[in-house]
């Protein structure tokens, strides 16, 4: 059974920095393209970050370039996202995302960033 589990959200100021977990089980983590969704209510899922299997590329919305760094260590399946200068429009749900021959998402972690 495959599970994404992601951890690391919680409230923030703005300006402030929290970094996002998501550990992988029941799959072949390195095998797999690792992205970062986010949903804020009312609107729909949008891309944040994407890193390859190997770790060895990048992209990023153009609204978290500069701010937002994904990284992955295979050896613990696990994929981060440290997101710096958060401002009130990154409040969001953060869902992980798997994606290979097969697609999985995580349950999603609140981020408030609010003063």
């Known amino acids: 059974q495959v599970q994404l589990v992601e951890s690391g959200g919680g409230l923030v100021q703005p300006g402030g920095s929290l970094r996002l977990s998501c550990a992988a089980s029941?799959?072949?983590?390195?095998?797999?393209?690792m992205s970062w969704y986010r949903q804020a209510p009312g609107k729909e899922r949008e891309l944040v970050a994407t890193i390859t299997s190997s770790g060895d590329s990048t992209n990023y919305a153009d609204s978290v370039k500069g701010r937002f760094t994904i990284s992955r260590d295979n050896a613990k399946s696990t994929v981060y996202l440290q997101m710096h200068s958060l401002k009130p429009e990154d409040t969001s749900v953060y869902y992980c995302y798997a994606r290979s021959l097969r697609s999985y998402w995580g349950q999603g972690t609140q981020v408030t960033v609010s003063s």
């Open positions: 029941g799959l072949t983590f390195s095998r797999y393209a």
